[in-house]
């Protein structure tokens, strides 16, 4: 299985600041890559698919980019409804989809 | 509104039985392949298993191959997640969610505790 690994694990950052999260892949995905949000005690929700395609909905404060093994979420001027788990998850060979290990934003 | 919402967690043993549910509304459920996935207190996603949208292609995770059933009901809109031999291990909150190369949307999750 494609093993995705994501750094930072944690990250502590202010209101306003631009945030970068990179996830390497084990192996080439293509641009077969998803970002995810999820805040405590709920659901994930997309953010990017197809590594730099924004969700519908989503602040473009977010971006994605990146292609085969190294891919980028940034995050241009952190608002406060931003701080949460952030994961990467691959779709390019499946299944089965892997994910991950998260990265939590969290207040400086 | 796109919905997609869980049911049937709880309580069970070690070696025990349960049956979740997912609901699914404001959409053609029957186009869709719909999945499961999990994630256990306070660690990362794990996906379960996936059901295509007639239900002809269904695969599994290695952790649950052999104790997990999917199975969908296209006039229901509804998909299934039967869990037999339930270990500690299988004790997360479960998703469902629609998709079948990124997810969107998910469920709110229910709760599976395994324990004696």
């Known amino acids: 299985a494609i093993q995705l690994t994501q750094s930072p694990s944690s990250l502590s950052a202010s209101v306003g600041d631009r945030v970068t999260i990179t996830c390497r892949a084990s192996q080439g995905i293509s641009s077969a890559l998803a970002w995810y949000q999820q805040k405590p005690g709920k659901a994930p929700k997309v953010l990017i698919y197809?590594?730099?395609i924004l969700e519908s909905g989503v602040p473009s404060r977010f971006s994605g980019s990146g292609s085969g093994t190294d891919f980028t979420l940034t995050i241009s001027s952190l608002q406060p409804e931003d701080f949460a788990t952030y994961y990467c998850?691959?779709?390019?060979?499946?299944?089965?989809?892997?994910f991950g290990q998260g990265t939590k934003l969290e207040i400086k | 509104q796109v919905q997609l919402v869980e049911s049937g967690g709880g309580l069970v043993e070690p070696g025990g039985s349960l049956r979740l549910s997912c609901a699914a509304s404001g959409f053609t459920f029957s186009d869709y392949y719909v999945s499961w996935f999990r994630q256990a207190p306070g660690k990362g996603l794990e996906w379960v298993s996936y059901?295509?949208?007639?239900?002809?292609?269904?695969y599994y995770a290695d952790s649950v191959k052999g104790r997990f059933t999917i199975s969908r009901d296209n006039a229901k809109n509804s998909l299934y997640l039967q869990m037999n031999s339930l270990r500690a291990e299988d004790t997360a909150v479960y998703y469902c969610?629609?998709?079948?190369?990124?997810?969107?949307?998910w469920g709110q999750g229910t709760l599976v505790t395994v324990s004696s």
């Open positions: 969610a629609r998709g079948h190369t990124w997810f969107d949307p």
């Open positions: 059901i295509s949208s007639s239900g002809s292609n269904i």
């Open positions: 998850q691959q779709f390019n060979t499946y299944p089965p989809y892997t």
């Open positions: 197809d590594a730099s």
